[in-house]
């Protein structure tokens, strides 16, 4: 009926055509609009008349004088998603086709028209508070200004109606009716939004109908859970203030997160952050991600090793979700900072947010989240975890509401096992544990002392016709315990799926180039693998596809597992409640149990934790122990830290003094928690020791503001090498040393080979790390030419020492040990680059491969990280065009025709040379591919593999032109009149 209101008064709506995107933009308030199946409306005020239009017809409704009685032709519309509520409306169309047709008094039609609105009006909804009312007659008094009082929105809406009523309207087709309902719906949504305060574009949380069809299409997800709406509809979200909010593993909390994204791009239309702990979950949820982005029209950016661009792109029509680890988030939230462009980030979501809690990565955590907090009040922050205890510290940092839930889709029953009892987890037990039922296996002597915690019969109760995870504490027993497993399974195991696995041991030998591990190669045939560092990103994927599919019904698996990788299983076992030799924390240990149970294909999950006699203390106050509080690692991580926020805090001009940089420490969480972190000192001690710590390295120096010293506040300002370091993303911890080895470099780099090169840009942090083995160290350097003999004597590394040290012989002269791991890594790393065979060099150096390509990943980010350092020194020009290649090889260590390939999202070497082979050569290739005729060509790919691979070419395809475009206007745009300001200067 409010439909039928608002068309019968002349709020004029237009055709739509073929285009997809639409954006309604009010003159009244910051309202913006899509509707995915119209075109571009704009809305303009003429006096106390408001009417609606396109683009393409505002020149026709200038001069509807002029030709009253034009009429459309009706064109090829197909109604999607109609609205039920329209249903009854089309049934009475054809008398209000008829009707308009006819001659009517234009004062009983007034009359009519105010009788309805009066109606319409009634039902809108009342301003909330007093700042609505406040904002919406302000509104109303911009769009009536020759008006001698201010009206009230409601007052100024029957005012313009009442105007668009007595104004002729011209005729129209039954077709344009047909599409003016659809839209007027979405119209009637928009004028109550006005009074309310968040933006509303469609029936799904704020969001169009067809991003509910997406969810189903991708994701297979047709209903939320209640927790789920609850949270969406927190009237903290609506008032848009921060949250966080806590459930546990497998509750759903990502979903939340991703329709909150897309309500800010695409509703409030402002970039979106994602930070994300590791890189290879950042590409996952890019690859995720890429099939709305092409759908909904927003672009969707990788942040992670050496990817990204600093600054981004200023986008003009499209806005952009950065995807980021927790570093390169960092650098961009700098780089947005210094160009002035924070205030288009409408929004900032971190996933795990306990993990401000740990190490290096939880300071820089906090340093983003600082420096957002404090420089841009309009962006929201949301953070999520399945970890968090006493989180009151963490709201008061973040000015945020807090939202948990204990929902979990399966029930998890947790146990412990010592000895041959097995005890269930209850929280009312006085000890956390009670009794719950007597192993009854029955094993033989030899069975016994191979397998004395029955772990293989815990497993074969579940599998072959469930899933299983085993953690293992180290990645040699994941190994272990496969083998042993399998050693002692019937044979009927092999048979369960067999064709499908000799699929995956196909694929893992393609990625090995011929090479596939032997122990996947015994235990893959009875669906077991081990999943571990140690194998290289592409092996891991295969996997995990594997195990999700049901082609393997058990991992062995360490505690990286789970975090972030959406693997569920009937039953997971824990090994033994360490991690490597360290005893398992609370956080942890819910991690690990929390993937047991799979959504929608078990009823329960269970988890089994085998103890020894010796440890059941130990296991007893784990049960009963809270979650760990998150706490501060700034002071901690005292490089990485407070020097580090320090030191960009004045390079970005945010603070400039020792007091106002004080006051953004206490913002902090540090600021929040110092009285318990900080006993000893205080935090204005704190700050100025490390203030004093960067100026002492020449990072900062002080100058003063005025000419009386002693009563004056000194500014600190960055030096040339502070901005380099800081710019780059380096260690403070290292910023000397890079400065040194570059600045020897010039002195004599060897340019005949990339070897230089290689040693320069080896990653500091991973020296200290490695162990050489002498003889195979001796061994490299005798196949060295003269060209890289002479590289090893430039950065001081000899022949005779490498002998001394793979003969046993004993070194009387001091050598730093740190140039020869470096040295030893950099051979690592000159290898693959000439044969690209991680399999090869893992063997050659006695390394395990998933180490060999971490170290390749690793220099590929430091390579970046030196460049931008170089960037900002003059002396280093040199180096710019050499380390930009440099970087691009390390990042793809591939032959250069798979690069464009392998730039896509989701596609490893071994799928772009099956690509490439089969004529798909260039992102454009691949970007207008057919799905369904790649899984056709290409052996062993799934349609929904195919799907999100054309997705995420098109994606990449999008954000290459978007930026050619961009560049194209800047260069064609007119530059002001530099005489302008001279004459404005002139007296």
Not at 794 to 818: L, M, P
Request: glycine share 6%.
């Amino acid at each position: 009926m409010e439909q039928e209101c608002i068309q019968s008064v002349g709020l004029t709506s237009c055709t739509t055509n073929k285009d997809d995107n639409a954006t309604v933009q009010p003159a009244f308030g910051d309202l913006q609009l899509q509707n995915i199946k119209s075109n571009k409306l704009i809305f303009t005020t003429a006096g106390n008349i408001t009417c609606f239009k396109t683009e393409e017809e505002s020149s026709f409704w200038r001069t509807t004088g002029e030709e009253e009685n034009r009429t459309l032709e009706p064109g090829n519309y197909i109604l999607d998603d109609l609205p039920s509520s329209q249903l009854l409306y089309f049934e009475e169309m054809n008398k209000i086709s008829s009707d308009s047709r006819k001659p009517s008094d234009t004062k009983e039609s007034a009359n009519d028209t105010k009788s309805c609105l009066n109606k319409m009006l009634s039902q809108l909804p009342c301003p909330p508070n007093a700042e609505h009312t406040k904002r919406n007659n302000e509104l109303s008094t911009n769009t009536t200004s020759n008006l001698s009082k201010r009206k009230s929105l409601k007052d100024h809406l029957k005012s313009a109606m009442t105007g668009n009523a007595k104004a002729q309207t011209p005729l129209v087709s039954r077709t344009k009716q047909l599409k003016e309902a659809v839209l007027s719906e979405e119209i009637c949504v928009a004028k109550k939004t006005i009074e309310t305060s968040s933006v509303d574009i469609g029936p799904f949380y704020g969001l169009p109908s067809k991003v509910k069809d997406l969810l189903v299409q991708f994701r297979g997800i047709e209903e939320l859970y209640e927790w789920q709406h609850a949270c969406l509809t927190l009237e903290s979200l609506q008032q848009r203030k921060n949250l966080i909010y806590s459930l546990p593993t497998s509750g759903g909390k990502t979903l939340v997160a991703e329709i909150l994204i897309l309500q800010e791009l695409l509703c409030r239309q402002k970039d979106v952050l994602m930070v994300l702990p590791y890189v290879a979950i950042v590409q996952e949820k890019v690859w995720a991600l890429s099939s709305f982005g092409i759908e909904l029209g927003f672009l969707v950016e990788e942040y992670a090793g050496s990817k990204g661009r600093f600054p981004p792109i200023k986008r003009r029509m499209k806005k952009s979700l950065y995807i980021a680890t927790i570093e390169k988030g960092h650098s961009l939230v700098n780089s947005l900072i210094e160009t002035g462009r924070i205030g288009d980030l409408g929004l900032v979501v971190v996933d795990e947010l306990h993990m401000l809690g740990e190490g290096s990565r939880g300071a820089t955590l906090e340093m983003i989240l600082a420096k957002i907090l404090y420089i841009s009040k309009a962006t929201q922050i949301i953070g999520m975890s399945a970890t968090l205890n006493k989180v009151g510290d963490l709201q008061k940092f973040l000015h945020a509401e807090y939202y948990t839930n204990n929902f979990r889709p399966v029930e998890l029953k947790e146990y412990v096992k010592i000895q041959d009892s097995i005890y269930e987890v209850d929280d009312k037990a006085k000890n956390g544990l009670t009794f719950s039922r007597l192993l009854n296996f029955k094993y033989s002597s030899n069975l016994q002392k191979m397998d004395p915690d029955h772990l293989i019969a815990l497993v074969t109760e579940v599998i072959p016709n469930y899933s299983c995870l085993v953690f293992c504490p180290t990645k040699k027993n994941c190994e272990n315990v496969a083998e042993m497993i399998c050693k002692f399974l019937n044979k009927e195991h092999k048979n369960h799926g067999e064709s499908k696995k000799q699929d995956l041991i196909k694929d893992l030998t393609n990625i090995g180039k011929g090479n596939l591990c032997p122990v996947l190669k015994r235990t893959i045939p009875f669906g077991i693998a081990y999943h571990h560092s140690g194998l290289i990103n592409d092996e891991r994927k295969l996997i995990e596809e594997a195990y999700s599919a049901g082609v393997l019904c058990l991992l062995t698996c360490t505690s990286t597992l789970a975090a972030g990788v959406n693997l569920p299983a009937r039953r997971v076992i824990l090994r033994a409640p360490y991690i490597a030799t360290e005893f398992l924390k609370k956080s942890q240990y819910k991690q690990m149990i929390g993937r047991a149970g799979r959504a929608g294909i078990d009823s329960a999950g269970e988890s089994i934790l085998i103890v020894q006699e010796k440890d059941k203390h130990l296991v007893r106050d784990l049960v009963n122990s809270p979650l760990e509080n998150c706490y501060s690692k700034l002071f901690l991580e005292f490089t990485k830290g407070i020097q580090g926020l320090l030191l960009s805090l004045v390079g970005l001009k945010i603070a400039r003094n020792s007091e106002e940089i004080y006051h953004f420490m206490c913002g902090t969480l540090l600021g929040v928690q110092q009285q318990f972190l900080c006993k000893e000192k205080s935090l204005s001690d704190i700050t100025r020791e490390a203030l004093g710590c960067l100026i002492e390295k020449g990072l900062l120096k002080e100058k003063m503001t005025s000419e009386k010293e002693q009563k004056s506040q000194s500014n600190l300002e960055i030096t040339q090498l502070g901005q380099a370091t800081y710019k780059g993303s380096i260690d403070l911890a290292y910023c000397d040393a890079l400065y040194r080895d570059l600045k020897k470099g010039l002195q004599g780099l060897v340019l005949e080979s990339c070897l230089h090169l290689l040693y320069l840009t080896t990653p500091y942090d991973m020296i200290y790390h490695c162990s050489p083995d002498w003889m195979i160290y001796f061994r490299q350097f005798s196949h060295l030419n003269s060209v890289d003999q002479k590289v090893a004597a430039i950065v001081g590394v000899s022949e005779s020492f490498i002998t001394k040290k793979a003969s046993g012989q004993a070194i009387k002269k001091d050598v730093d040990n740190s140039i020869v791991n470096r040295l030893y890594l950099s051979f690592v790393l000159y290898d693959l680059l000439k044969e690209t065979n991680i399999w090869n060099v893992s063997e050659k150096f006695n390394m395990s491969r998933g180490y060999v390509q971490n170290l390749l990943s690793s220099a590929a980010s430091f390579a970046s990280c030196v460049l931008h350092f170089c960037e900002e020194m003059d002396e280093f020009w040199v180096y710019k065009g050499l380390l930009t290649e440099l970087t691009k090889r390390l990042t793809y260590c591939v032959k250069a025709e798979l690069i464009p390939l392998m730039e896509v999202a989701g596609v490893s070497e071994s799928r772009a040379k099956q690509l490439y082979d089969r004529g798909y050569k260039t992102l454009a290739h691949l970007a207008n591919a057919n799905p369904e005729t790649l899984v056709k060509m290409i052996e062993h790919l799934s349609r929904r593999q195919a799907r999100q691979i054309v997705s995420s070419a098109k994606m990449l395809l999008s954000e290459k032109t978007e930026a050619l475009q961009e560049e194209v206007e800047e260069l064609l745009k007119v530059p002001k009149d530099p005489s302008e300001d001279l004459l404005t200067t002139l007296p």
